[in-house]
Structures are given as structure tokens and as C-alpha cells.
């Protein structure tokens, strides 16, 4: 079945500092990749996607390349902010996938001042 | 803005009980789903709908059923309300065509004692 693995947390990083969450995936085909975002006391939002491959993804400073060769989607920004702080989701919906979403289970970012 | 409201943000009930859980959208969107969010398991799903009156088994429908009988609700309903259904519930909703994002409501943290 289909699949998604992220790095466990939590992650703290000082501000400014570089950020990499990974995100490896298992799924047959080429599904499109996403990373969503939630924020405390809020539900999940869309942080960005990519639908194929060598696509990047980028919002709000953070990018994410579809790498079909080693099946990861690693989200990256050069520089956090206090307000980062979060849980990020990585996520795909299979090729002809009617909109079921596999998530990972979620990296929780903590940047300090 | 694409907006997904759930009826409760915090719900305790106790074990037995007849629970429901009400989500709305006001986007005429088609499909709309029903998650629990626990910690370390990340999101899964629970029921989805791709149309009124239709329903679909995600990976965790036990315990559960759902209801959908006007195009802008979905209600996830638990008929005997037990300990390990504590947890928090997420709504979504997504168009069939056009862009595959899904928007989430704010979430219910229901407690079962």
C-alpha cells in the first residue's frame, strides 16, 4: 500500500537557523506530493505541492523538491522564524486516487528566539 | 476563503453515549472526509464522501458511520461512544476537479470517560 515516512520530532531550531524536514514515500505510479502545515489550535493547511517529477513546490520562503528517483519530497527553508513553529504534515494522493490523502505522521518544529 | 466549520471544538461524553459530530462547508466542494489526528499516528482516515448520500470506508471506519444528506454537511457519528475514540477529529473538504487540496476544519478534541 501506499505510504509516507517523515523524521520524528520534535525539531527546535533558533531563528534564522537552516530547516530540512524529510519525507520519503512509498506508492506505485507517481502521486502527487504534498506538505501541509498546522498551526496550535488550528486544523491542517496547505503549505505546497508538486504533481510530478523534478517538480519544486515552494510558499512562503519554505521549497520542496519531487525527487521520483530516491522518493522523497524534503521540505527546506534557509531561514525560520518564531512564527514557523508548527506541525508539518507530508502527504500524497496516488496517481487516480479520487482525493485519498496518505499522510505521515508529522514533524513538530520549535524555533526559538 | 473556502471555509470548513465543525460544530464543537471540545466535546466530553461519556462511554456509551451516542456522539455526533457535525462539519460544514460553504464551497460547494463534492468530497469531504472525516480524519482523527492521535499523537505519533498522525492522520487517518475515517469515512469519506465524494457525493450526497455516498459514502466510502477509509482505512479506520470501525466503530463509526457517517451521514451525508445535504451536499455542504458531513456528520461522523459514533453510536456507542468508548474510551479509545478520544482523540481530535478533523473535517475536509476538496472540489472534485480542479485543484487537489483538501481544506480542513479547526478540528473537535473529543474526550470519552
Known amino acids: 500500500g501506499n505510504s509516507v515516512t517523515q523524521m520524528e520530532g520534535p525539531v527546535t531550531l533558533s531563528e534564522e537557523a537552516f530547516l530540512t524536514i524529510n519525507c520519503t514515500y512509498t506508492?506505485?505510479?507517481?502521486?502527487?506530493l504534498f506538505w501541509y502545515v498546522q498551526y496550535p489550535g488550528e486544523g491542517l493547511q496547505l503549505l505546497l505541492k508538486a504533481t510530478k517529477a523534478d517538480d519544486k513546490g515552494s510558499n512562503k520562503g519554505f521549497e520542496a523538491t519531487y525527487r521520483k528517483e530516491t522518493t522523497s519530497f524534503h521540505l527546506e527553508k534557509g531561514s525560520v522564524q518564531v512564527s514557523d513553529s508548527a506541525v508539518y504534515f507530508c502527504a500524497l494522493i496516488p496517481s487516480g486516487g479520487y482525493q485519498k490523502v496518505t499522510f505521515g505522521t508529522g514533524t513538530k518544529l520549535q524555533v526559538i528566539p | 476563503d473556502v471555509k470548513v466549520t465543525q460544530s464543537s471544538r471540545y466535546l466530553v461524553k461519556r462511554t456509551g453515549e451516542k456522539v455526533f459530530l457535525e462539519c460544514v462547508q460553504d464551497?460547494?466542494?463534492?468530497?469531504m472526509f472525516w480524519y482523527r489526528q492521535d499523537p505519533g499516528l498522525g492522520l487517518r482516515l475515517i469515512y469519506f464522501s465524494y457525493d450526497v448520500k455516498m459514502k466510502e470506508k477509509g482505512d479506520i471506519p470501525e466503530g463509526y458511520s457517517v451521514s451525508r444528506e445535504k451536499k455542504e454537511r458531513f456528520s461522523l457519528i459514533l453510536e456507542s461512544a468508548s474510551t479509545n475514540q478520544t482523540s481530535m477529529y478533523l473535517c475536509a473538504s476538496s472540489p472534485s476537479s480542479g485543484s487537489d487540496e483538501q481544506y480542513f476544519g479547526p478540528g473537535t478534541r473529543l474526550t470519552v470517560t
Open positions: 506508492a506505485t505510479g507517481y502521486p502527487s
Open positions: 464551497m460547494d466542494h463534492e468530497n
